[in-house]
């Protein structure tokens, strides 16, 4: 289905739970979340009907996300069940990887075929202090799982903060002279929970070309992402710019809350909720959801943060 501006939307970001095990000072309070009641958060049966909805409204593509998704107890059977969607061609997953190892078979057993992970630095005591936990190593363990699993495509996700990682640029980067991994930079966006890192800590990312001289553009659709390679390298380096260039006239996302609320945009506050509806009603609140997705996005900046209205581990990223 095309929205109002005439951009076709056939993106799906499924967030399956606020629930996470990491407590990344960009997304998460430190105090972690009020747990909501099991009846405020939609049921499997729900999300599916869901994606089924969205299928026919001519989404082909569903990212499952979260909070983190591999906390959620039926994650393996709610991905099995959103693969099998008439309609529905891709299910991708994105995770922090440190409950991987031992779901990765089964989510590609499940249909899930791409994974992105995220990982800010390569530094043990960086990971703790930017997710508030010492997990650094069952991180690269689910790195490794996730290039070793049999994915079609593994992406890294690393949010880029001046003053935190800016030095591991070259470093990050070259992951992808050594493993088939694609490595995407990700602006810092201005959360709610964002607050903590200081304005210093957005930085634009054409810090990442400055620091990678020897980077060449490469003519790929990269979604969101600008994509450049280095040379000999097996994987791409993505830029996703969301503060310094908006890409949002190529907008083709409708992002779905666990809580069963559809943002038409990231960075508004205006949603539509679909908890308790039946079939012809969600429908209906997708359609009204993708019309009323505006053009852009408001200014990001440290003294105009998001709209959003919620913290990113409630919206999926
Ligand atoms: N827990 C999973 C993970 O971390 O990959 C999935 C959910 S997380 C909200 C999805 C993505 O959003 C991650 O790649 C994360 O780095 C990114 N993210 C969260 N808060 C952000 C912010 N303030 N600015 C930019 N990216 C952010
Ligand atoms: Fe959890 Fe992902 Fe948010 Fe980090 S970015 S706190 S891993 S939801």
Do not use: W
Request: hydrophobic content about 40%.
């Amino acid at each position: 289905m095309r929205d109002g501006y005439g951009r076709e939307i056939n993106y799906l970001r499924l967030s399956v739970t606020e629930l996470c095990n990491l407590r990344c000072r960009y997304c998460m309070p430190e105090e972690g979340i009020c747990k909501k009641r099991h009846e405020e958060i939609l049921t499997q049966e729900e999300m599916v009907m869901a994606v089924e909805t969205a299928a026919e409204l001519g989404i082909t593509k569903v990212r499952i996300t979260g909070g983190e998704p591999l906390v959620k107890k039926n994650i393996l059977s709610l991905c099995a069940h959103v693969s099998q969607v008439p309609g529905v061609e891709e299910v991708c997953i994105t995770t922090n990887g440190i409950l991987l190892p031992p779901l990765a078979k089964s989510l590609i057993q499940a249909g899930v075929r791409r994974v992105n992970l995220s990982l800010d630095t390569l530094d043990r005591d960086k990971y703790a202090h930017i997710t508030r936990r010492d997990q650094f190593s069952q991180a690269m363990e689910g790195l490794k799982c996730a290039l070793n699993s049999g994915f079609e495509r593994v992406k890294i996700n690393t949010v880029l903060m001046g003053g935190f990682n800016d030095d591991e640029i070259e470093a990050l980067a070259s992951l992808t002279l050594n493993y088939p991994v694609d490595v995407r930079f990700i602006e810092l966006m201005p959360m709610e929970a964002g607050g903590p890192l200081g304005a210093s800590a957005m930085v634009p990312n054409r810090l990442v070309l400055k620091r990678l001289p020897r980077l060449e553009p490469v003519a790929e659709d990269g979604g969101v992402a600008s994509l450049y390679r280095l040379p000999g390298a097996l994987g791409n380096i993505g830029l996703i710019s969301p503060v310094s260039c908006q890409f949002c006239a190529h907008c083709n996302r409708i992002r779905l809350t666990a809580d069963g609320t559809l943002k038409p945009c990231l960075h508004s506050p205006v949603e539509y909720s679909i908890k308790g509806l039946s079939r012809a009603e969600m429908k209906e609140q997708f359609q009204k959801a993708i019309l009323s997705k505006p053009p852009c996005h408001e200014e990001l900046s440290p003294l105009h943060p998001s709209a959003a209205g919620r913290a990113m581990n409630t919206i999926g990223g």
